[in-house]
């Protein structure tokens, strides 16, 4: 095992872990869905790293802080002073210690906007129950816990939850399967973890076995559809294990959330937050799945130390993604994956321009709000860089390679000057010329994609390529072979459709399949902005029932995007934003805000 890595200070983070730095959590919490907040207190465990230091300092940002002490909430009170609050950081929290303190107890409340935090009411969940769940990343953690919220962090926790008698509560930790009739559930978290993976669940769920270690819970009405879509989780983790070597995390369970979560998924050790968006009812969107237990190994175990070294986490994680659905599922399969990628990863260059410092790997987000690191550009050109450099060293080595990095580095953070060092010693310094083959500098440095990057194919979509020329040329859409299509070829023809399609043509598609009415997501999120375009009316009532109902980001800002550019669009938009927000998460807000403009 190398030695424990030293983050540099973190561009998004008041903590200063080189003086002292936090390893344990004693978190005990109730949960109030009449004021939607959080209380109780978070005790800390502390290392000093710099002998003379007397402050802790610690990540806030609209928190109540009630009163701090000295080991736990009986102890001798403690001085503490919060710092000047920022838009984006919050406020620092520093807090004096008597020489060689152990442990300081923080009593705290969150706020009812806590941007973390999604409130849903009973009338926003399938099972007339309210719900609340969190998201911490990348910043959001200390929005519902004064933390050291920087990746390079990393530390154990338990916690006790206290919640309606009626709910269930679950956490990124050991979890209970059934509800405790008293509401008070105690989770432990023994693997060190950073801020951003702390999460929270509570609401009307159960919970049905997969394996032995591996499950789902869910909301009753939604079980049944969500552990039949999910009934090969047991088979991905044994392929992720082939690859990459054993799952350290002991379980690996499932929480499918209400539509309004932001994102497709979220890592959270232990306890994966899944959209309900990916219930197709044939398994095909459940790469989403294997992308969230790559994290696993890549992110969680081995975490990017700053976010401006996001990459390691979502380029490793993309291409270990689409090995496990390949070891699946055959080559074919994952190579449609990898064309869809690719598509969206020239599209976000497209977005941002082929010149921006933003389409960088190593990025500089210092004074920005993080969450605009979070694209393709980390996700897509990261799983690039490591296409590339298996054409030049082989597959063999690449995973020998990236087996051994997941090794030596568990329960580490790693920043990209490291990265690149540990990849020099291990696999390129063996064989001279390498490293310029690669061109690693242009890949981490400079703009857009570089040269050498091999071309990416999908056999399965010649034949959907064929198709949508045929259709072009005159053939029905009724006698197009499309019997055998998975929605990545559904997606792959609407989305190589022209961009302007008459009313004629876009009538003729809808009534040979049924796009409008679609129950998959991911078809009607490529159908839709066609719809618009071409000013078709019947998809008005279908478009706002899905903006209404998904809260999932990824749909909402190419939607909007679209509608904003239709007829009378902007009147449109905003009428349908102001019903549906209520709805959105925090973090979706802020960026449709932004775009469509914040109801009046």
């Known amino acids: 095992m190398s030695a424990p890595f030293s983050s540099p200070q973190d561009p998004h983070s008041y903590a200063r872990p080189a003086d002292v730095r936090v390893h ?91 941007a973390a935090l999604q409130w849903l009411s009973a009338e926003q969940t399938a099972g007339n129950q309210p719900f609340l769940f969190t ?27 206290r919640v309606p008698t009626d709910l269930l509560a679950l956490m990124s930790a050991t979890n209970p399967q059934t509800r405790n009739p008293g509401g008070e559930y105690t989770f432990r978290m023994t693997q060190p973890i950073p801020a951003y993976l702390m999460a929270l669940a509570v609401g009307d769920v159960a919970f049905a076995p997969l394996s032995s270690r591996t499950g789902v819970y869910a909301e ?29 995390w002991e379980r ?40 969230e237990l790559a994290h696993s190994w890549s992110g969680n175990l081995v975490t990017n130390a700053t976010w401006n070294d996001f990459w390691l986490n979502e380029g490793f994680t993309v291409y270990f993604e689409r090995r496990i659905m390949e070891k699946l599922y055959g080559r074919p399969y ?14 976000t260059l497209a977005e941002l321009g082929e010149t921006s410092p933003d389409t960088h790997l190593q990025l500089n987000l210092a004074g920005r709000d993080p969450d605009e690191g979070l694209n393709e550009i980390a996700y897509e050109k990261g799983n690039y860089l490591l296409l590339t450099l298996e054409q030049l060293v082989g597959r063999s080595r690449l ?14 953070a790693m920043d990209t000057e490291s990265f690149v060092a540990y990849l020099r010693h291990e696999l390129l310094d063996a064989e001279p ?74 009538a003729e598609l809808d009534a040979a399949f049924g796009f409008t009415h679609s129950g998959n997501n991911e078809i009607l999120a490529a159908w839709f902005p066609h719809a618009l375009a071409g000013n078709s009316p019947s998809v008005t009532e279908a478009l706002e029932k899905f903006l209404t109902h998904v809260g999932r980001r990824k749909f909402l800002v190419p939607l909007y995007k679209a509608l904003l550019a239709a007829p009378n669009g902007r009147h449109r938009a905003q009428a349908v934003y ?18 469509v403009g914040p109801p009046r």
């Open 433 to 506: 010329g390498l490293e310029e083959k690669l061109n690693l500098q242009a890949w981490l440095n400079k703009p857009g994609i570089p040269a050498g990057a091999p071309p990416v194919h999908s056999t399965r979509f010649e034949a959907v390529e064929a198709a949508r020329q045929a259709w072009l040329a005159g053939t029905p859409a009724a006698d197009l072979s499309t019997a055998a299509w998975s929605s990545h070829e559904w997606v792959h023809f609407l989305q190589g459709l022209p961009a302007l399609l008459s009313s004629v043509q876009l």
């Open 334 to 347: 994952a190579d449609m994956l990898q064309v869809l990628g690719n598509t969206a990863l020239h599209h």
């Open 24 to 114: 344990h959590l004693t978190l005990d919490l109730a949960v109030d869905f009449s004021t939607r907040t959080l209380a109780g207190q978070a005790t800390w465990l502390l290392e000093h790293l710099a002998g003379s230091s007397q402050e802790l300092w610690l990540d806030t940002r609209d928190l109540h802080i009630d009163a701090i002490s000295l080991n736990d909430p009986a102890g001798p009170a403690l001085a503490w002073a919060l710092g000047a609050a920022d838009t984006i950081l919050g406020q620092a929290l520093r807090i004096e210690l008597p020489a060689g303190a152990g442990a300081v107890c923080v009593r705290y409340r969150t706020t009812p906007g806590a």
């Open 578 to 595: 102001a019903q549906a927000r209520p709805n959105y998460h925090s973090v979706a807000r802020g960026t449709l805000d932004e775009l």
């Open 220 to 248: 009753p009405a939604t079980l049944p559809t969500a552990a039949s879509e999910f009934r090969d989780l047991e088979q991905m983790v044994a392929a992720a294990e082939e690859l990459y070597g054993p799952y350290r």
């Open 135 to 161: 998201q911490s990343q990348a910043i959001l953690a200390r929005t519902w816990l004064p933390c050291q919220d920087s990746p390079g962090v990393r530390f154990t926790y338990d916690a006790t939850v």
């Open 399 to 412: 995973d020998t390679f990236i087996k051994e990095y997941f090794t030596r580095h568990s329960f580490q």
């Open 252 to 291: 690996y369970d499932l929480l499918v959330l209400p539509p309004s979560f932001p994102f497709g998924g979220m890592e959270n050790p232990r306890l994966t937050f899944v959209t309900p968006t990916i219930l197709a009812g044939d398994r095909s969107l459940t790469s989403l799945v294997a992308h």
